[in-house]
């Protein structure tokens, strides 16, 4: 049901796995429950941590930005004005101001930036926040991929002297992501959006795509460069060393609980959960075999391997409930534990364990002794093997065409990603758009470009134009 | 200023100690700034992991709640309503129904529950979320302490299957939040609320408070036992093992930003913060003292120095500004560093180091060689003396009274909490109130009661009150 029915697989084992509960009486807001919230708390963690080694310092803005803040820059509005929620009463009074729930917080940010940023010597700004961000979706609402209340979205915020620092900002901000994808196991292309579907305010905005089992592709981190728009805009003033005033440079980028929904759904099979160890709130799970008249020794036993595993830094649990083993096997499984240790009347005896993989299913016994080392290899295997398998699911999805025909027969019949030269004029993606009633991603960046005539004007082109179907 | 002029004091240090900025757009609404919110982190992680020791585990709900489920629980609502934002509008769309912005959980989180709870297998439950929850004050704000969006509301909600249960977990959430304010050197008493202040919709609320600079009290933590009232409501039943079915027994408790607020005006000075070990984002600031010609090296042993202490799992900074050492120390003394290692030629060459306490301002000169344990030292000794410095103070608020001309008398000549006996009746409680201008906090209690007549009836009494003016 993986491959065959992504969307129902999904929304079964958010609640059976114990990551969502979606029946929250409002359309588009849902649950997280203990297991699921580890598993996002963990990885944003690593996202958290990869900010702060690359200079990004955590912050924490309100939620509340007044309507006149919200409208100063024009496109910004424009883009986000009809999924924007409004507050419009406080206790029995009607308000003065409007005030919006953040669809996004640029203009909640960079009034502070104002007062913020005197002199060069202010500059650069790079901070970050993870916050609950509002979108009147009207789309079909889905967990995690489209909610109306996005409840993790990491936003980071810059500001620059110069235009060249902002686009080395840009650039840093793609590096972190992609150390922070690659982390996770998650395959992904990079492109530069078309400009109809650039962020709005931004001068141009670069996108990461992944690509679901169903062939269809989901957009999983944005990093904006927002040129001097919003600073023209909010004011944003520093005095250069010549004495003289200028404008900043701003960059802003974001990810989300898609981030989450990419590691569930793009490691999952028919089973549940596989989840990466590095991110898996559970990385080992201890089961005891119950044997008549051999309980003690083998909960003992059990206990000193918990001990063990603990004391190592790993994240293992001792499933000691009242249940029958299978039904243990199958809870985990379905929770996607990496590692599974069983421990019978057998291993007791000879002091060794059975260890099985979530992943391959493969089982083998090893000696207590050698526990550390077999564990971390083990672990490290099941990391690897998750990577390769995306990876390879990912590259078959990618397909290169040479004319319209090409690209729809690609993407009617595999669906993924169709690559096709681009002349890189703007009506030339429209009409593809058009005629094939799938998206442009846009023109692809950090890659090899593909060679050939732009399927539309048949101009030589050097670029590479990204078509697919997204969710 | 400290002691004369708190609140002056309390916004100064905010954003000069880098804490919070108050200048957002929007009265009540506030930004955490990097150093601020590190230090909530570090105080919210603390609760976190006390609650999770004694079996919570952590969701996160929705922020929005329809008004039909908002107004389900009637003294609940008839509480809040004063004071709810109400979402009239998504896009250009009015929506069918108004959502509010959660005041509190309760009525978010039990239509859950309903789920949730099928049989006595399923009790008891006990999680709890830290979110931003809304309240539409219209009393003067202050940063932390009476704000329109409080950032970091810690709630816990439980359900249990007998009345007992209920009773046991009212006191266990009272022993972790001792714990909790023991650990941060927070003094408190413990009251239970008269029932004109009870949690609207609770059968009864426990409450904490300690005591600001200028002798008044703040409330830093409740503790509610809701019975079956809000069971009844949201149909929360459960078969019992005998087959019949009944409502659930629950309790909820609650810690806001104020215990933030507590830690820094608590333990603060006129030098500004002076943080507690435990919690402070930077336990040890390394300052090298410059000397022509020894730069190089300094520098080195300052590098030293730090890495041991990061080895040694120790919060440590090198602030290696080109700024003079004075500057450091102010900067670093406002923002309650607990330790300040000075390192200049004559350290370099004797391998050893200049340590200076914030809290008593104390310098001495160690050996390199025995720098863990004296560190170690140091740290515990700051945090034992911020503690028992702010229990003398507290303990020297407290003043008993044996009648209404002591109350008044201690109230107006130091402020601070006045015991009195008391009856137990409302009336005499609310005669007091009227007659003091003062609060009551509530009846006493984990303390020894003090005897005598109440002041109002002179009945003999069993019962202490706790007479405050309060913020």
């Keep these: 049901m993986w491959r065959s029915n992504i969307g129902e697989w999904f929304n079964d084992i958010l609640f059976n796995a114990g990551i969502m509960d979606t029946r929250y009486p409002v359309k588009g807001l849902y649950v997280w429950l203990p297991y699921g919230l580890k598993l996002r708390n963990l990885i ?35 883009g986000f004005e009809s999924q924007v929620y409004w507050v419009t009463h406080g206790g029995y009074e009607k308000l003065d101001v409007k005030l919006a729930l953040r669809p996004t917080s640029e203009t909640s940010i960079y009034p502070m ?39 993790t979205f990491k936003e980071a915020h810059t500001a620059h002297a110069t235009e060249d620092e902002a686009e080395l900002q840009v650039q840093e ?37 992944t690509i679901m089992p169903d062939g269809k592709t989901l ?31 701003q960059t802003c980028y974001g990810i989300s609980d898609r981030a989450v929904a990419s590691v569930i759904i793009t490691h999952g099979d028919d089973l549940g959960l596989c989840l990466p160890p590095e ?19 083998i909960q003992e036993f059990a206990k000193n ?23 243990k096997f199958y809870y985990w499984e379905r929770r996607g534990v990496p590692l599974r240790v069983e421990i019978g009347p057998e291993e007791v005896k000879d002091k060794s364990l059975t260890i099985a993989r979530r992943d391959t299913g493969e089982r083998e016994l090893i000696a ?38 090409e690209i729809k027969r690609y993407l009617n019949e595999k669906g993924g990603i169709v ?38 004007c048949s101009r030589e082109s050097s670029l590479t134009l990204l078509i697919a179907k997204s969710y």
């Design 44 to 78: 944003f963690g690593i996202l958290r941590k990869l900010l702060e080694e690359h200079g990004h310092q955590e912050v924490l803005f309100p939620l509340l930005i007044p309507e006149d803040i919200l409208r100063k820059e024009t496109e910004h509005i424009t």
């Design 113 to 151: 930036f104002e007062r913020w940023i005197r002199s060069h010597a202010d500059l650069p700004i790079k901070i970050f926040q993870v916050v609950n961000i509002f979108r009147y979706e009207t789309k079909m609402t889905k967990p995690m991929i489209r909610m109306r209340e996005v409840t």
């Design 173 to 209: 901000a793609v590096k972190i992501y992609k150390n922070f994808f690659d982390q996770l196991g998650i395959p992904y292309i990079i492109a530069k959006r078309p400009r109809w579907d650039t962020f709005a305010g931004a001068k141009y905005s670069i996108a990461f795509d």
């Design 219 to 249: 957009q999983i981190g944005t990093v904006h460069n927002l040129g001097q728009n919003f600073a023209k805009v909010f004011e944003l003033k520093f005095e250069k060393s010549d004495g003289n005033h200028e404008y900043v440079y």
């Design 279 to 297: 991110v898996s709130p559970i990385q080992v799970v201890i089961v005891p075999i119950p044997f008549k008249g051999e309980e003690g020794t």
């Design 305 to 327: 391997v918990l001990s063990e595993l603990l004391a190592m830094g790993i994240r293992a649990h001792l499933d000691d409930r009242d249940i029958r083993p299978g039904e």
């Design 368 to 405: 207590l002794e050698g526990l550390e080392t077999r564990i971390r290899q083990l672990l490290e295997g099941v990391n690897k093997n998750l990577c390769r398998r995306s990876r390879e699911f990912f590259e078959g999805m990618i397909s290169n065409a040479n004319n319209l025909e």
């Design 419 to 456: 690559r096709a030269p681009w002349c890189g004029r703007e009506e030339c993606g429209m009409y593809i758009e058009q005629q094939t009633g799938a998206g442009v991603l846009g023109q692809e960046i950090n890659s090899k470009p593909i060679t050939g005539k732009c399927p539309v």
